[in-house]
């Protein structure tokens, strides 16, 4: 779910790493979460069949060495293995990833946290933001990016403006956060 924005800065669940890590003076302005995300993306349209095929190929060829393959099955386990990870193992990653993660719009900072067995924190300071962009789906659901856009070379080949280093996936209200955003860049000069 994303976060409300009309919701004060005491009824937000900040995780207590990016909460230690406050300024005096800068205010939690936004809390979010990724939202639901459709179980496979675009690019998983040309990975998914890939890795099937490796760990396919790697199979049949463990079983024409025949009855006696000897140190080729166990060499074969890994191939098997990164196979059925691109198929099905980066999704399975992904989507727990999404579950664990949490992001903040500071009046300073923009925040990425990542809850595993140790809490994984990752900020943008929005002074040095050039730009941000954002993509919105019609019911107002999108990705915010931050820092500067890939290259249109890499937006033509991939499809995909919006992978920059630092990006909120699949947020509610995503043009609001990214005007509150924009209003702390500014700010911040």
């Given at each position: 779910m994303?976060?409300?924005?009309?919701?004060?800065?005491e009824?937000?669940?900040l995780p207590?790493?990016i909460?230690?890590?406050?300024?005096g003076?800068?205010r939690?302005?936004w809390v979010?979460?990724?939202?639901?995300?459709?179980?496979?993306?675009p690019?998983?349209?040309?990975?998914?069949?890939?890795g099937?095929?490796?760990?396919a190929?790697t199979c049949?060829?463990?079983?024409f060495?025949?009855?006696d393959?000897?140190f080729?099955v166990?060499?074969?386990?890994?191939?098997?293995?990164?196979?059925?990870?691109?198929s099905?193992?980066?999704?399975l990653?992904?989507?727990s990833r999404?579950?664990?993660?949490?992001y903040a719009?500071?009046?300073?900072?923009a925040?990425?946290?990542?809850s595993?067995?140790?809490e994984?924190i990752?900020?943008?300071?929005l002074?040095?933001s050039?730009s941000?962009?954002s993509?919105?789906?019609a019911d107002?659901?999108?990705?915010?990016a931050?820092?500067?856009?890939m290259?249109?070379v890499?937006q033509?080949?991939?499809g995909?403006a919006?992978?920059?280093d630092?990006?909120?996936d699949?947020i509610?209200?995503v043009?609001e956060v990214?005007?509150?955003?924009?209003?702390?860049?500014l700010?911040?000069r």
């Amino acid at each position: 779910m994303g976060g409300s924005l009309t919701q004060s800065a005491e009824e937000l669940v900040l995780p207590s790493a990016i909460r230690a890590g406050l300024f005096g003076d800068e205010r939690v302005l936004w809390v979010g979460r990724p939202g639901p995300s459709p179980l496979l993306e675009p690019f998983d349209a040309l990975i998914v069949p890939w890795g099937l095929m490796w760990a396919a190929f790697t199979c049949l060829i463990v079983w024409f060495v025949g009855p006696d393959p000897g140190f080729f099955v166990p060499v074969s386990i890994p191939f098997v293995l990164i196979g059925l990870y691109l198929s099905f193992g980066r999704i399975l990653l992904r989507r727990s990833r999404r579950g664990r993660t949490t992001y903040a719009v500071t009046t300073r900072r923009a925040f990425i946290a990542i809850s595993a067995r140790r809490e994984v924190i990752r900020e943008f300071d929005l002074r040095r933001s050039p730009s941000l962009e954002s993509r919105a789906r019609a019911d107002g659901w999108g990705t915010l990016a931050f820092g500067v856009p890939m290259t249109p070379v890499y937006q033509r080949v991939w499809g995909a403006a919006l992978q920059t280093d630092f990006t909120f996936d699949n947020i509610a209200n995503v043009n609001e956060v990214k005007a509150m955003a924009s209003s702390a860049h500014l700010d911040q000069r």
